[in-house]
């Protein structure tokens, strides 16, 4: 049976970083018929602060148990993993960032981290699951695939970026060859390669890898033109996202005026053709405001095989955002409170962003001037070529004074959060003196028929079975 007669999921949990997409709520959707989606961005920093946590379920541990090199498992958890976990007066280990140089720890942590959340999502769970990264966080890229295929990951989904090289690089993975990731380099006309050798980096037999599936995250059809006539390898499918999901979006085209908020306005020239999108006869998925039955219906009646959703599961008991910002975003949204900006400076990145306007949190002036900057994940930066020809990383979020020594404008810098502290802190990863940032997609709709008073709570499964159901008047 072709691969693309099987997915028939009408649902899709959308990929959500920093791990709000956690292996439990994957493993609900992927359990309940969907397709489950983790977050792969920054495993590494998931898999030691879990382990410092103390891994009370032993579930972690467990599922290190089954990785293929067993020495790389055990160093992992002789390193990170506290018994009983840190007491609330010590410090998280320090980790390194990556660079074109991480350390091995830093290689095997990844590896490692992205095995562990694939094999915890599979639990008790024959059906597929998926694994989410972000295009423009390349450099851990190679590692992770590695790690996520080395656990049977079934599907990679991927936006922030084009990542027309992926396919081509889960071949050559699946086919025991060298990963090789080509990596911009500001200043540079000619891409740096990351590359990656499982043999010889762990000095092992390398078991047979199964190529997952790939779908791009894309925000217009011209870009599905693009990937079926320039994909270095098969493509399974599009998830089609608009400007109203979660976490980054994708700009207007050309020049665009904006609202009274700040906020940009999309306008004719973002209307996606979905005709277009179906012509190519690949299975798709709609994103940004879907969470309801009537919008799985609609999407079907565009061509499309369902939805990905992300803030209905954002904001269910078993996401990754920390309770106490959950519980106060699901009250204010069931008030129809909550403001959700697009922030079009709050990335390093440049692409708009959704903030969740919440005391306490990043999104407040007085939080963000209060906070000393400092770029220590080093998720978001830039690689850019230095005068004497070292590739040098720099993020418009670090101290303004570093940023302009590394060639940064000053311009850019404004108003940019930290959203690699600022994400971890707002997750159960926590992130002790960072304060947090917050994402969530406009449409928070779906509120009224899951909770029944603003204190009350919700399940991944009661979401599922909200989605699955004839719709019924709240
Ligand atoms: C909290 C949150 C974090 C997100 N992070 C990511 C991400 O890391 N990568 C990604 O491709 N999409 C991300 N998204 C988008 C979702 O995967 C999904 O496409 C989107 O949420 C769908 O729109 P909806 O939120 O209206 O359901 C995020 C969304 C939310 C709500």
Not at 6 to 18: A, E, F, P, T
Not at 199 to 215: M, T, V
Request: net charge neutral.
């Amino acid at each position: 049976m072709a691969i693309e007669n099987m997915m028939n999921w009408k649902i899709i949990s959308g990929g959500m970083g920093v791990g709000v997409s956690s292996p439990r709520l994957a493993n609900v959707v992927s359990k309940m018929g969907g397709l489950g989606t983790l977050s792969g961005v920054a495993a590494d920093r998931w898999l030691a602060r879990m382990l410092q946590h103390g891994d009370p379920d032993g579930k972690i541990r467990a599922a290190l148990s089954h990785f293929p090199f067993r020495e790389t498992a055990k160093r992992i958890i002789d390193t990170f993993f506290v018994d009983g976990g840190l007491a609330e007066n010590q410090a998280y280990k320090v980790l390194p960032v990556f660079t074109f140089k991480t350390p091995k720890i830093l290689i095997d942590l990844t590896v490692c981290a992205n095995f562990v959340l694939v094999m915890l999502a599979k639990e008790a769970c024959a059906s597929p699951v998926n694994i989410n990264y972000l295009e423009k966080i390349q450099l851990p890229h190679v590692y992770s695939f590695a790690g996520a295929m080395l656990a049977g990951v079934d599907y990679i989904t991927m936006g922030a970026g084009i990542p027309i090289q992926v396919p081509g690089i889960l071949d050559s993975l699946a086919e025991g060859k060298p990963a090789c990731y080509r990596i911009n380099v500001d200043g540079r006309t000619e891409p740096a390669v990351q590359k990656f050798d499982l043999a010889e980096h762990f000095k092992e037999e390398i078991p047979k890898l199964k190529r997952p599936g790939f779908f791009p995250i894309i925000s217009s059809n011209l870009l599905a033109d693009l990937f079926m006539t320039k994909s270095s390898g098969s493509i399974e499918g599009f998830i089609v996202e608009l400007p109203t999901a979660g976490g980054h979006n994708a700009a207007p085209r050309g020049k665009f005026p904006l609202n009274e908020n700040g906020e940009p306005v999309y306008g004719p020239k973002d209307v996606i053709d979905f005709e277009k999108i179906a012509k190519h006869n690949k299975p798709f998925w709609i994103g940004g405001s879907y969470a309801s039955p009537s919008h799985i219906k609609y999407a079907q009646s565009l061509g499309a095989n369902g939805v990905q959703v992300g803030t209905i599961f954002a904001l269910s008991e078993e996401s990754g955002i920390l309770k106490v910002y959950k519980d106060q975003i699901r009250k204010l949204a069931f008030n129809n409170q909550l403001i959700v900006k697009t922030d079009l400076l709050a990335s390093p990145t440049g692409f708009p962003f959704k903030v969740i306007q919440l005391p306490g949190t990043l999104s407040e002036a007085a939080v963000y001037d209060a906070r000393t900057r400092i770029c220590n994940q080093g998720f978001l930066t830039t690689p850019y070529e230095r005068p004497d020809g070292i590739i040098g990383f720099r993020c418009a979020s670090e101290r303004f004074d570093q940023f302009v020594r590394k060639g940064g404008k000053i311009e850019e810098t404004a108003e940019r959060r930290c959203l690699c502290n600022g994400l971890i802190a707002g997750s159960e990863m926590t992130n002790p003196g960072e304060p947090p940032i917050l994402t969530l997609g406009d449409d928070t709709s779906f509120l009224k028929h899951l909770m029944k008073h603003e204190d009350d709570t919700y399940t991944a499964a009661d979401a599922m079975n909200y989605l699955l159901s004839e719709e019924t008047p709240a």
